[in-house]
C-alpha cells in the first residue's frame, strides 16, 4: 500500500499566487520528510527536507509545514513563478533505512 | 546531479530479451539506488548497494538483479523483460546525511 498519500494530483496557480501540497503518512517511525521537484526528462532534485523536532522550515518562497499530531506535511510555494511549473514529490523515511517512500506526485502549473 | 550518470538514456527492448542499465557516480558515495517512476505510483525501490558486492532488495525487486563490482558502478539488469516493465529508471546515490540525489533516468520500453 501506499506509505505515503499525496495531494491533489495536479494544481494549477496564477503567477504570484501561492501553491500548497499536501502528503500524509502512517509509518510513525519515520524522521526524514523530503520534498523533491522534476522537470519534464530530469531526476528528481531535492528542494527541501525536514525533521519531525521542527514544525515548520522555510527557505526562500518554499516552506515545509510538518504537523507531527496528524502526520502530515504540506509544501508551500509562495509568490508563485511560471518556472515553478514541475512535479512535486514528497517523500518519508527512517533515518538509518535505505528506502525512500515517495507521494504519488503533484503536477504545478502557473499561470503567467 | 550529482556526478551521475545513467545509461543509455533511452531503450526499447522486446519481451523475453535480457537488459542491463548502468549507472555511474565519480563521487565515491558508498551507496547507490536503482527506483522506477510510474505514473500513480511515484518513485519505487527496485534495489539497493552498500558497498561493492554487497546488494539488498526494496519494495519491488521480482524480475530484477543487480551488480556492484566497482564502487563507481550499479547496474541493473532485467533478466527477461516484460511489458511491466516498461518505465522510466532513477539511479540514485546518498549523500553525507539522509539525502538521496537522483540521476538523470532512463526511459526503457519493452515491446
Known amino acids: 500500500q501506499q506509505q505515503v498519500k499525496?495531494?491533489?494530483?495536479?494544481?494549477?496557480?496564477?503567477?504570484?499566487?501561492?501553491?500548497?501540497?499536501?502528503?500524509?503518512?502512517?509509518?510513525?517511525a519515520f524522521d526524514y520528510f523530503p520534498w523533491y521537484q522534476q522537470f519534464p526528462?530530469?531526476?528528481?532534485?531535492?528542494?527541501?527536507?525536514?525533521?519531525?523536532?521542527?514544525?515548520?522550515k522555510k527557505e526562500g518562497r518554499f516552506t515545509i509545514s510538518f504537523n507531527k499530531s496528524a502526520k502530515q506535511f504540506s509544501l508551500h510555494i509562495m509568490d508563485s513563478q511560471p518556472g515553478d511549473s514541475a512535479t512535486y514529490f514528497c517523500a518519508a523515511s527512517k533515518t538509518g533505512a535505505n528506502n525512500l517512500f515517495f507521494g504519488t506526485g503533484t503536477r504545478l502549473t502557473v499561470i503567467p | 546531479d550529482a556526478g551521475?550518470?545513467?545509461?543509455?538514456?533511452?531503450?526499447?527492448?522486446?519481451?523475453?530479451?535480457?537488459?542491463?542499465?548502468?549507472?555511474h557516480q565519480t563521487e565515491n558515495h558508498r551507496y547507490m539506488y536503482w527506483y522506477r517512476q510510474d505514473p500513480g505510483h511515484g518513485l519505487r525501490l527496485i534495489h539497493y548497494s552498500y558497498g561493492v558486492k554487497d546488494t539488498d532488495k526494496g519494495e519491488v525487486s521480482d524480475g530484477y538483479s543487480v551488480s556492484r563490482s566497482?564502487?563507481?558502478?550499479?547496474?541493473?539488469?532485467?533478466?527477461?523483460?516484460?511489458?511491466?516493465?516498461?518505465s522510466v529508471y532513477f539511479c540514485a546515490i546518498r549523500g553525507t546525511g539522509t539525502e538521496a540525489f537522483f540521476g538523470q533516468g532512463t526511459r526503457l520500453t519493452v515491446v
Open chain 1, 6 to 28: 499525496q495531494s491533489p494530483q495536479s494544481l494549477i496557480v496564477q503567477k504570484g499566487g501561492i501553491s500548497i501540497i499536501n502528503c500524509a503518512y502512517e509509518n510513525t
Open chain 1, 41 to 56: 526528462g530530469k531526476g528528481p532534485a531535492l528542494l527541501i527536507a525536514i525533521r519531525p523536532d521542527v514544525s515548520e
Open chain 2, 4 to 23: 551521475i550518470t545513467q545509461s543509455p538514456r533511452h531503450k526499447v527492448t522486446e519481451t523475453g530479451t535480457p537488459v542491463t542499465l548502468r549507472c
Open chain 2, 70 to 86: 566497482k564502487t563507481e558502478d550499479f547496474l541493473l539488469t532485467l533478466e527477461s523483460a516484460t511489458s511491466s516493465q516498461t
